[in-house]
């Protein structure tokens, strides 16, 4: 939605080389915890007011879904998609061929 919208300066290309080395792990306990650790740092950044209580701002913001815990996460079977991995070196090839498409953006114009 950022890339269609024109938030940013990027493209489905370079938005999906910039997350693939990313592991992502779903976890119930990680997703309330990472909100802690957020509200903590956005506290201790000032983009919360002093007095605020991230742990009851964090329950309150944390929507529990009925039946999905971290042991449901664990044994759920995932389907694998041929080929939907990124090829090996995939960022070098997107990157030349964005680069050769005269496209302007961020990334680009320090490279050049």
Known sequence: MSVEKKYL???PE??????SPLRYIPS???AQEALLTTG????AAGMLQPETDVAALAK??????YGVSDDWIKDLKVQKVAGGQLPPRQ?????????????KDCCLLSAK
């Open 91 to 103: 960022d070098i090839r997107v990157f030349a061929e964005l680069s050769s498409s005269g496209e």
């Open 9 to 11: 300066a990027s493209n």
């Open 14 to 19: 370079l938005n999906a080389m910039a997350i």
């Open 28 to 30: 119930v306990a990680g």
């Open 60 to 65: 309150r913001a944390f929507a529990p879904l």
């Open 40 to 43: 903590n740092g956005m506290k």
